[in-house]
């Protein structure tokens, strides 16, 4: 950390995440923005030589001024650097809201000598209520003169809310990498408000690539993470591509690596979602498509009966069965009567009737549930995670606020 | 009761409910069904001289086995009587369980002396295990035996699964009326499973307007009522009408009393949810269209954060917000930045930003919320009733079958 801080300070990952690949330093540093004085701001900087940038955004209506802000500054594939704030959203803040972020922008583009349309912000905490300005800009300013090569597991630790872990990862190829972290989780445990991302790659790669790497890793990681089945005014995720290394990657290569990496930061979202002490992988096989296989999973995942169950040790498989039968047979064609369903191994549920007894699966003996739906249907899978609904998911959400 | 019971006995409610209209015969008898002893299984006799009936069914794709033959059995519009279990679903049991249902149809046209095709069927408990047909078909004969023309305070008793109340009303009109009860809600508190309605009336009318008054409201009233997202396989809402009051009634002013009877029965589903602390009314204002204000209000009635948030007695208008976002444009066109929040009265925000403070409202001090969204898009309003998410919910629904 660049600030003295009284607090007792969240252990620094062990991986070097965003500072991994060549071409980046990062920082984290206490602003003063959370009452709790953790540290709350964080730098990322792409030295170059590239400067591509590709960006994921919440898909909701309503977003926070940071995502008006960074969707727009990446349309043009460059960026130089992201600004990360927790301890506030700066959503639903109105056009005052968005000069804050402009204002930050441009405060974080002086101090590193860059253009402020190549600053990404992103920002999490709080709906409706304004950033407090003036301890923002000194701690961007402290974070600029605090940039480090090994900064990554500090940015980690800054971007935390209810997170108990900062988590960073990174894979190495062959001359090159890619790195990342995370914090929250938009619609795992949004408690947290929001879920943000920030990959990092020294790779040779062009923006368009870049883009296609994040959204096809996107889609199948952190979209098919769902907890609550909530959505968040603030989601990002952002891939910045150094060149660093020299070494031209080819496409699929860079999709692979960035999709290994999302996969590894996704399943920390879920094992450190708010409150939870399962986390339930939800497969359906043999779907007509892969569409199809993720909806039965998401209803699955976003039943409150199904997770409460779950919390209570119980295979409550009609749960799972009234979960898929409320999938429209349009969205997925399947035959009731043919459902297969397993909970950690056991067939609990053959043909949409019972099947082995439920007494075989011990839920309370791990932390992973896996629960697997045979739709008879077609050949396509998909898994989707989740969490149990929990007692500390209703305190922490109850009283996260107030 | 016609059947002595050890254990306490609930209330008998005040209003004759389904007894309330001339024509009809009911009873709620304890067949051993349910492991507390209590009243579980309930008969209601149609005397006629009409026997028209209309039913309303779970759109869920898995229904439990008295929804397979209920659903056929009401296609002609006739029924003379409805038997009723609470103690187990019958969901999920395949051809034996349809098997079971088929059987208590004619076990009870047998004892009636009626067609085994006009006698329907609901089911209410656990899903995935067969029914005790010895001692529910053994309770079918006391029924029969114990019918009695006050008897609907006895059905609504017997029909309770979790319910702490039992839920009958009627409504006069001149020289005829309309009564009903109700158990459990399907969406509501579903650990119950299933929300079973029996509404009857001793109007002259035909089949035809029957099937369009109930379906005009159920639309308006229970299908608004939406706890936890969830949906029922054995949801059932019927309608039977026997013309002994000899009135000619206008298919409008049987709407307007089979409306007024589910409405006053939805109010009390909701108050009774499993868990609940605080009945939520989500009404969207300036919709432009009655679909486009349900969808909005379904998105925030089915926020976990939101509901959770409210347990809490924390306005979270945020969470509203974020909740509206998810609703895709071409379904509910509206800009963002022209919403409008009241909870109880406070605009806590205005134009999608801070409005009033937040303090001012005080969720502490009753039980029901008001949430008012006004969209600013169009002329259309609609209400969608849900409860808050509380510890107490999860509790119920994660010991419910253990």
Redesign the interface.
């Known amino acids: 950390m660049s600030t003295v801080s009284t607090v007792t300070v969240p252990a620094r990952p062990a991986d070097q995440g965003v500072t991994a690949p060549a071409g980046f330093r990062a920082t984290g540093v206490t602003a003063g923005l959370k009452a709790s004085g953790r540290p709350d701001l964080a730098l990322v900087v792409n030295d170059g030589p590239l400067q591509v940038a590709a960006g994921v955004f919440t898909?909701?209506?309503?977003?926070a001024a940071p995502v008006v802000w960074s969707r727009q500054a990446v349309t043009d594939g460059i960026a130089s650097a992201v600004v990360l704030n927790s301890g506030g959203?700066n959503?639903?803040?109105?056009p005052e809201?968005f000069a804050d972020t402009h204002r930050t922008a441009e405060h974080v583009a002086n101090a590193l000598a860059v253009s402020a349309g190549d600053v990404l912000v992103c920002s999490t905490g709080?709906?409706?209520?304004r950033l407090p300005m003036d301890l923002l800009l000194a701690g961007a300013d402290a974070a600029a003169a605090g940039l480090s090569a090994d900064g990554g597991p500090d940015a980690a630790v800054a971007i935390m809310t209810t997170d108990t872990v900062a988590k960073s990862v990174s894979v190495q190829r062959d001359g090159w990498s890619v790195g990342g972290m995370a914090k929250g989780a938009g619609m795992l445990a949004?408690?947290l408000a929001t879920m943000l991302v920030v990959l990092t790659t020294d790779a040779v790669v062009t923006a368009a690539h870049a883009d296609r790497a994040l959204r096809a890793a996107t889609r199948s990681t952190f979209d098919r993470v769902d907890s609550?089945?909530?959505?968040?005014?603030n989601d990002t995720v952002l891939l910045l591509a150094s060149g660093a290394s020299g070494v031209e990657v080819a496409p699929d290569d860079l999709a692979g690596a960035v999709t290994e990496v999302c996969t590894r930061l996704a399943r920390l979202l879920v094992g450190d979602a708010e409150g939870a002490s399962h986390d339930i992988a939800v497969t359906v096989h043999r779907a007509t498509s892969e569409d199809a296989a993720v909806a039965v999973a998401r209803a699955v995942t976003?039943?409150?009966?199904f997770k409460?169950?779950v919390?209570?040790?119980?295979p409550?498989?009609?749960?799972v069965?009234?979960?898929?039968?409320?999938?429209p047979?349009q969205v997925a064609p399947f035959d009731?009567a043919l459902?297969d369903v397993s909970i950690n191994g056991v067939q609990v549920?053959r043909?949409?009737?019972?099947g082995e007894p439920r007494e075989l699966v011990d839920l309370a003996a791990a932390r992973e549930v896996r629960v697997e739906i045979d739709l008879h249907a077609g050949t396509s899978t998909a898994t989707v995670w989740t969490n149990d609904?929990?007692?500390d998911?209703?305190?922490e959400?109850?009283?996260?606020?107030?």
Chains 1, 2 share one sequence.
């Open positions: 898909s909701n209506r309503v977003v959203a959503a639903c803040t109105g809201g709080l709906i409706g209520e949004p408690g609550d089945g909530c959505m968040s005014t976003r039943s409150n009966l409460a169950a919390f209570g040790n119980d409550n498989w009609g749960r069965l009234a979960a898929a039968g409320t999938v047979e009731p459902l549920c043909a949409g009737g019972v609904l929990t007692h998911y209703v305190h959400n109850s009283a996260y606020s107030t």
